[in-house]
């Protein structure tokens, strides 16, 4: 957690409590999203991420809530379950057979308590992947809800910060590591064109 102290220390100096929770969320949404499998350790995860610069949900809202906590914001992962061929991704041939073949996957979120309101925070996917069709949050005002990248199966289940643990997800099968990488490959091949 040392880089991510850095990160933090760097991103909220001199700012306001709102001004402080904008930047975090902007700099971590920014992130270019990626499924990096090192990067999924609850623990190690966040450093990993920025480490490398690139993250999938889980480490980039592991980041979130780490640092929305040393903001002293109460922080909850929300998880739903999604499935990546519902995504509004134009994917390639290939790519799209390969997400058919995957099994639902589960998304985590941010729940957080701002102003005695529980917030939806979701810093997802960074903004070159709204060329793509994926919802981006381009804009947070400190306060609102914020929108998924994709229509949940399900209302989701809400686990207190300090279960973060037992959200990490098992070894991935042949099928959803050839998935993931391709997926990788496609999302570096948008960023460029952007």
Request: charged share 30%; hydrophobic share 40%.
């Amino acid at each position: 957690m040392e880089l991510a102290l850095q990160k933090f220390e760097e991103w909220t100096k001199g700012k306001d409590p709102r001004a402080a929770r904008v930047k975090i969320f902007e700099e971590i949404r920014d992130i270019p999203y990626a499924v990096i499998p090192q990067a999924l350790d609850s623990e190690r995860g966040p450093d990993e991420m920025l480490r490398v610069n690139k993250g999938s949900c889980q480490p980039k809202h592991y980041l979130l809530g780490e640092m929305f906590a040393r903001l002293g914001i109460s922080v909850f992962y929300m998880v739903y379950q999604f499935r990546w061929d519902d995504l509004p991704i134009d994917y390639p041939r290939y790519l799209k057979k390969l997400a058919q073949r995957m099994p639902n996957s589960r998304h985590i979120a941010c729940r957080v308590r701002i102003d005695d309101n529980l917030v939806l925070v979701d810093a997802t996917c960074d903004l070159p992947l709204e060329q793509v069709g994926i919802p981006v949050n381009k804009d947070w005002d400190g306060f609102s809800d914020l929108m998924l990248p994709f229509i949940p199966l399900d209302d989701g289940e809400i686990y207190h910060s300090s279960e973060k643990g037992y959200l990490e997800p098992p070894s991935f099968s042949s099928a959803e590591t050839e998935f993931y990488a391709e997926l990788n490959r496609l999302l570096d091949e948008i960023r460029v064109k952007a």
